[in-house]
T-cell receptor, first 113, second 115 residues
Framework: KQEVTQIPAALSVPEGENLVLNCSFTDSAIYNLQWFRQDPGKGLTSLLLIQSSQREQTSGRLNASLDKSSGRSTLYIAASQPGDSATYLCGPEASSNTGKLIFGQGTTLQVKP | DTGVSQNPRHKITKRGQNVTFRCDPISEHNRLYWYRQTLGQGPEFLTYFQNEAQLEKSRLLSDRFSAERPKGSFSTLEIQRTEQGDSAMYLC?????????????FGEGSRLTVL
C-alpha cells in the first residue's frame, strides 16, 4: 500500500526565503507525480506535474524534482511571498496508471511579511 | 468559468438523511475522480470514471455511497442514511488522459456536515 509522508508538517518563514518541501513515498513504482497547493476551505490547485520519464519540472518560482528510485520528490520555492501561504500536497500516481493519486497530510506553509 | 464545478458548496443535514453532490468536469475531460478530505488530512481516493464507466472503487466507499456518471459528462455522488462520520469535504477532479499523462484539476469541493 502506497504511503506518502511530507516533511515538515508545518513551516513558518519570513518573506523572501527560499524553501524546500519534501515528499517521500513507500512504493517507488509510480507513474507521474503532481504537486498542489490548497488554501483553507478550498479545493486543490495544480502546481506542477512531473511525468514518469522526467526528473524535474519548473514553473516560475517553483521547481519540483522526482527521484523514483529513492521514493522522493522535492518542491523548491524561490523568494517566498506571503501569497505562497497555503498547504502543499504531493500526489504520486499509483503504478496502475489510473491517474489515481495518493496524498499525505501535506506541509502547511506560512510566509510572514 | 471553465474549471471543475461542484454543487452544492455546503450541505448541512441531519443523521439518516440522504444527500447528493454534483460535479461538472472540465469539458471533454474523459476521467473524473471523487475524493474525500477530513480536517487536517490529505484527500483520500473514493472512486473514478473513464467516460461513463466506473473503473475503481475504494474500500472507503461503503454500500451507502453510490456514484454515477451517466453520459460521461457530469457525475453525482449520493450518500444514503448519512452518519456523523460522513462529515467531510468531498472533492471532484477531472483529467484528460493522453497516453499515460493526465493532469488532475480539482473543484472547490462540497463540504458536508452531518448533525
Amino acid at each position: 500500500k502506497q504511503e506518502v509522508t511530507q516533511i515538515p508538517a508545518a513551516l513558518s518563514v519570513p518573506e523572501g526565503e527560499n524553501l524546500v518541501l519534501n515528499c517521500s513515498f513507500t512504493d517507488s513504482a509510480i507513474y507521474n507525480l503532481q504537486w498542489f497547493r490548497q488554501d483553507p476551505g478550498k479545493g486543490l490547485t495544480s502546481l506542477l506535474l512531473i511525468q514518469s520519464s522526467q526528473r524535474e519540472q519548473t514553473s516560475g518560482r517553483l521547481n519540483a524534482s522526482l527521484d523514483k528510485s529513492s521514493g522522493r520528490s522535492t518542491l523548491y520555492i524561490a523568494a517566498s511571498q506571503p501569497g505562497d501561504s497555503a498547504t502543499y500536497l504531493c500526489g504520486p500516481e499509483a503504478s496502475s496508471n489510473t491517474g489515481k493519486l495518493i496524498f499525505g497530510q501535506g506541509t502547511t506553509l506560512q510566509v510572514k511579511p | 468559468d471553465t474549471g471543475v464545478s461542484q454543487n452544492p458548496r455546503h450541505k448541512i443535514t441531519k443523521r439518516g438523511q440522504n444527500v447528493t453532490f454534483r460535479c461538472d468536469p472540465i469539458s471533454e475531460h474523459n476521467r473524473l475522480y471523487w475524493y474525500r478530505q477530513t480536517l487536517g488530512q490529505g484527500p483520500e481516493f473514493l472512486t473514478y470514471f473513464q467516460n461513463e464507466a466506473q473503473l475503481e472503487k475504494s474500500r472507503l466507499l461503503s454500500d451507502r455511497f453510490s456514484a454515477e456518471r451517466p453520459k460521461g459528462s457530469f457525475s453525482t455522488l449520493e450518500i444514503q442514511r448519512t452518519e456523523q462520520g460522513d462529515s467531510a469535504m468531498y472533492l471532484c477532479a477531472s483529467s484528460l488522459v493522453s497516453g499515460q499523462i493526465g493532469e488532475l484539476f480539482f473543484g472547490e469541493g462540497s463540504r458536508l456536515t452531518v448533525l
